[in-house]
């Protein structure tokens, strides 16, 4: 794939959020896409489990997204991230303070009229075990965020504390939003969430990606979960400013998440644990089902690994509308409705493509990085024209799997070393 840049859509927020952000931009630390992606993010969090999708009468979707921003050192991944989180930061501050004051109280007074022991409430963790989160999660319906600088160390944690897998299927699960439980021997307690609600972000160095999910890694579903999003083109230089931008931005973006966290009955003393459930209008699933349908038939000459990634943003895209539709309510672009109209779905879709392009772009760096070796040695075994049956026959001698061979020859774009004569046809450039 060509060296391009590729811009966030500005399109996919309300006016308001639009202008906030051009304001913030002022601020030569933030960064278009990082911006953009980590205040998405930080609606779909401020939205939690209060709000789902149904979509054709019985597919399930809430507004978990997995996220990673990508960038080497120096990129700034963590301002971005930081700032769009503020206002979650901020309520978590205030809520552990509280939850210590009433716990402080609760054990002050007599055992006999005690009454139920106070729950703590937050909305972001950083570091912790699953277990951890899981408990967490059961103690309150609303749900969580997970903030990690290095999205590495969270992928690194998998199965660290319990000497035994799970802990990446259980990922799995918990990025469908399907029930989770942990059987644990040394306790009696057993954390069981039937309806977990976890978005994730993080930085991801560019550099590490083959690392993390070049070659067999590539198959165990985390690649095709995230959300990649790169750097654009205002990441450069930094300046320091004597002044700081006079600017009202963060509290407006305070008051938004607010405004969507009262939606969901976040602020009152017994927490609200009804889902509200919303559909598309008749002319909205029409589009989603015209984009889906168009790109799965552009995909059938293309290798699996395409498609794979494909089948993942197209669930992005209904959990996207969900995130559009919420803030168009909250900024009062529409009016308030459980059906999602035409726009929020085109919009969807042009978020959904945006991620589908970076999803792409991602894949090919990993690839890139590992074509030096299975690449050339593939290329090396075939004769100087192949079909794509000879060259899997090839490969499974070679033990290269059926999927990645497909990989590998679609991997050069270019037409560097291979190019493609025809369906299923290929020849070696000399």
Not at 128 to 149: K, N, P, R, W
């Amino acid at each position: 794939m060509e060296d391009k840049k590729l811009l966030f859509p500005l399109c996919v927020f309300p006016l308001e959020i639009q202008a906030l952000i051009a304001n913030l931009l002022m601020d030569p630390t933030f960064s278009h896409n990082y911006l953009c992606a980590a205040l998405f993010f930080a609606v779909s969090i401020a939205i939690g489990n209060t709000r789902t999708l149904i979509f054709n009468g019985r597919w399930t979707n809430k507004a978990i997204l997995f996220m990673g921003l990508l960038g080497n050192t120096g990129a700034t991944k963590t301002p971005n991230i930081k700032a769009a989180l503020a206002p979650i930061i901020k309520l978590d501050k205030y809520y552990n303070e509280k939850y210590k004051t009433q716990l402080q109280e609760w054990k002050k007074t007599p055992p006999d009229s005690q009454g139920n022991k106070p729950k703590p409430k937050q909305l972001r963790m950083q570091d912790f075990t699953l277990e951890a989160l899981l408990q967490m999660l059961s103690l309150q319906s609303h749900g969580l965020c997970v903030y990690v600088d290095e999205l590495k160390g969270w992928l690194s944690s998998f199965n660290q504390y319990r000497g035994r897998g799970g802990d990446q299927e259980q990922w799995l699960s918990i990025h469908s939003g399907v029930p989770v439980v942990i059987n644990r021997k040394t306790q009696d307690e057993i954390p069981f969430v039937s309806n977990p609600f976890v978005g994730v972000i993080g930085g991801v160095q560019t550099d590490l990606l083959p690392k993390l999910f070049g070659g067999d890694k590539m198959e165990n579903g985390f690649f095709h979960r995230l959300l990649f999003v790169p750097e654009s083109d205002d990441e450069g230089t930094i300046l320091w400013k004597p002044d700081d931008l006079p600017s009202d931005a963060d509290e407006k973006w305070d008051e938004f998440i607010r405004k969507i966290l009262d939606k969901s009955g976040y602020f009152g003393d017994i927490e609200k644990t009804e889902t509200e459930t919303y559909v598309f209008s008749d002319d909205a699933i029409n589009r989603i089902c015209e984009w889906q349908n168009s790109i799965e038939k552009e995909n059938i000459e293309e290798p699996d690994y395409k498609r794979a990634i494909f089948r993942k943003i197209q669930v992005y895209c209904l959990r996207f509308a969900l995130i559009i539709h919420t803030m168009r309510e909250v900024a009062r672009e529409i009016e308030e409705s459980k059906t999602i109209d035409l726009k929020t779905a085109t919009l969807s879709i042009v978020l959904a493509d945006f991620f589908y392009e970076t999803a792409q772009m991602t894949y090919e760096i990993i690839e890139t990085d590992n074509r030096p070796t299975d690449f050339f040695r593939l290329l090396n075994a075939l004769n100087k024209s192949f079909t794509s049956d000879q060259a899997e026959a090839v490969g499974e001698r070679m033990g290269i799997s059926r999927a990645k061979v497909y990989r590998l020859l679609k991997m050069d774009p270019g037409g560097l070393f291979v190019r493609r004569t025809k369906k299923g046809h290929y020849e070696k450039v000399e």
